[in-house]
């Protein structure tokens, strides 16, 4: 069976008002950096980036614009419009685009594209890429899309620098996914996506069945409920889709004195410390020390 060669590329978190957004995420120690505009759609983003990984701060700039877009910005509009913000997708990076678009049709799983994208950025220069989205929309499915850029790594690397982010953060190690039939979401991530199945866990914290798929470093976890708890709540409220992000950092105790210092409300989940979605505007995030 054809395995998905890529790696994870960046988190999608939708906001309000990318300018506030921006001065909150800074508040929690990323360095945040503006992105551009996209051309023709509508929108705007800012950029936390870590290394070729990043998160991604994404705003509607123009709303008639972004309605005349049609299709995934319109969608987003609405969304943005009723207050679900916060994790929305997350992105896949792929250097064989057009052979993923052929799998998942041979598989059974309708998708959108690829097709083209591009964003003006505040110096001039336009980063471009195409894109593929499974199920025709990226916004709360308990799948990737898929991304492949037009500019070699370097290239985007030397537009846009990783940061140094006081709170440690160094890069994205995992997502959390909420889901309702998690053997349904194995063969759909297995079979139709091509990725390579991991271990099963249970999270009493959470109330959830875990089984974890790999790309290139990065684990994506897939939750199912196992009865009332924090998870339960989540899909009652807010139904599948991205929940969280796991980030690596460099020393734990330094990142808790920074968040201290800001006065960030945390969490702590045994070894991780837990940037809860109150304080990172509906996105939940992970912080823990690379495994040694």
């Known amino acids: 069976m054809p395995q998905f060669q890529g790696r994870f590329d ?12 921006s001065a909150t995420f800074s508040g929690l120690g990323f360095a945040v950096a503006r992105g551009g505009e996209h051309t023709g759609q509508g929108t705007h983003n800012a950029i936390i ?13 123009d709303e008639a614009e972004a309605l005349r877009a049609g299709g995934t910005r319109s969608v987003l509009v609405d969304r943005i419009r009723s207050g679900n913000t916060g994790l929305g997708a997350f992105a896949l990076a792929t250097t064989r685009i057009d ?15 690829p097709f083209p994208m591009e964003r003006l950025r505040p110096d001039g220069r336009l980063l471009s890429w195409r894109l593929l989205q499974p199920g025709g929309s990226p916004w709360g499915r308990p799948w990737p899309f898929f991304i492949q850029w037009d500019q070699d790594d370097g290239t985007r690397l030397g537009w846009e620098r990783p940061g140094a982010h006081p709170n440690g953060t160094r890069r994205v190690a ?8 998690l053997d349904a979401a194995t063969d759909l991530y297995v079979r139709q996506l ?25 684990e994506i976890g897939v939750h199912e409920s196992t009865g009332p708890g924090w998870l339960r709540k989540r899909m009652t409220s807010a139904g599948e889709g ?6 690596e950092i460099e020393d734990l ?14 969490e702590r989940s045994g070894s991780a410390v837990i940037i809860p ?13 690379a495994a040694l």
């Open 10 to 21: 960046h988190a999608v978190i939708l906001v309000a008002d990318l300018a506030e957004a």
């Open 49 to 61: 980036r870590f290394g070729l990984d990043y998160l991604e701060l994404l705003s509607v700039r």
């Open 99 to 113: 052979e993923d678009a052929a799998r998942l049709r041979e598989n059974g799983l309708a998708a959108e594209g």
């Open 174 to 181: 995992g997502v959390s996914l909420a889901v309702g039939d």
């Open 194 to 218: 091509g990725l390579a199945r991991g271990a099963d866990t249970v999270l009493p914290q959470l109330g959830s069945r875990c089984r974890v798929f790999q790309t290139n470093g990065c």
């Open 242 to 247: 991205i929940f969280e992000v796991t980030l």
């Open 253 to 266: 105790e330094a990142t808790l004195d920074m968040l201290d210092r800001a006065n960030v409300r945390t």
């Open 277 to 289: 979605s109150t304080s990172g505007m509906g996105s939940r995030f992970s912080l823990k020390r």
